[in-house]
Structures are given as structure tokens and as C-alpha cells.
């Protein structure tokens, strides 16, 4: 273990950074496993889409208990955040081409509202959470038709 580097010593700072290598061919296969990644996606939409009904049926539950029960019972702001982070988490696994489809959702606010809850999860604006689950999902689902 003495001769590993450690963090933030090494070419890359201790960080692992993919490079693009051409093939032989001259494409980069960065951009195969971008264009792969990207055609997963578009042949699981149908699925993805689907996790996504369940996540807004899901708080659409929750939601109708209503913010005072929200703001009383620490399980209900679990069960929120944990929407919350699954919803950010699923739309980032939706296609790029269906995503701009919908320009009209704010697909960066919902990964970060996620990047958010999951990483400073101490200090949770649980007023945030509510909105996302009482206002953010329902017009999500009404745009996307879920």
C-alpha cells in the first residue's frame, strides 16, 4: 500500500478522469459510450417513464395528507426526501432527446434539488421538499403525462 499514490497526488489529482483514446477506426470512444449510453436510454424510456408515474402517484399520497402532517411527522419528510432523490435520480436517466422535448421542466433544478437533498441532507430545506412534492411533481406529471 506505501507505493499507491495518494489523493490528490498523481497525473490527475487523485481522481479518476477518463480519457478519450481513438480507435482504430479515428472515433474517440468517448463518444461510442456516449452514443450507447444514450441508446440504453432511449430503450428503457418506456420503463423510466413508468418509475416516474410511481414516484408521482407516490407523492401525490403524501401530499394529500397535507403540510401539517408533513411538517409534524419526521417519517413523512423521509419519505419526501426520498422522493425527491429517486425523482432527480430517475430524470437523469432519461434521454437527452427527451428531455429537450420538454423544455418547459427545469431538468437541472430537479437533479439538483436531488444533488441537494442527498448531500447536505442536515440542513434540509424541508419547505423546498414540500414544494417539490405538493407543486414541482404534480406539474411534472401533468406535462409528462404520467
Known sequence: MTNQPRRGHG???GQFRPTARPD???????DEVTDASEQKREERLPHTLAELKVLCEDAA???ARGRTHFDA?????RIGKNIVTEVGETATRLP??????HPE????FISGMRNR???VHKDTDYGAVWDAIAVDLP?????LGL
Open 11 to 13: 497525473p490527475a489529482g
Open 117 to 119: 437533498v442527498v448531500h
Open 24 to 30: 482504430a477506426t479515428g472515433l474517440e470512444l468517448a
Open 61 to 63: 399520497k403524501l401530499a
Open 105 to 108: 421542466l427545469e431538468w437541472a
Open 73 to 77: 411527522d419526521w417519517g413523512a419528510k
Open 139 to 143: 406539474h411534472l406529471r401533468q406535462v
Open 96 to 101: 437527452a432527446s427527451y428531455r429537450a422535448d
